[in-house]
């Protein structure tokens, strides 16, 4: 009988490499806008997790933070996400947190 292995396995983390606002819509305030999120390792709809967190958060508190949740409708090979953005202004980070690994990138909402 040969000993229980040990052996972990690493995932990659996300990695964002566009963050756009789908045609049709626009940044406005009271959110409900949809955001397209193009990148690797982003995870599937029952795996990641979408939030808008504050600009001025330090990049090594994102994991941290809470923020306003980006309700995820769609995945696609893990490559990209569509979700529906919250109420919110100003700038925020857009926050993707797949199995505690996260990736980010800059929005700013269109002035009220």
């Known amino acids: 009988m040969s000993a229980p292995s040990e052996a972990m396995t690493r995932y990659a983390p996300p990695t964002l490499h566009n963050v756009s606002v789908a045609p049709g ?12 999120l193009e990148g690797r390792n982003l995870g599937s709809v029952l795996s990641t997790e979408v939030r808008f967190v504050d600009a001025r958060v330090r990049d090594d ?15 696609d090979a893990h490559t990209r ?16 947190d797949v199995g505690g690994q996260q990736a980010h990138a800059p929005l700013s909402y269109a002035e009220p």
């Open 61 to 75: 508190r994102l994991g941290e933070a809470s923020g306003s949740p980006c309700d995820v409708r769609a995945s």
């Open 81 to 96: 996400l569509r979700c529906v953005a919250p109420e919110g202004f100003g700038d925020v980070k857009v926050v993707v």
């Open 25 to 36: 819509y626009a940044t406005t305030t009271q959110g409900g806008f949809e955001l397209l």
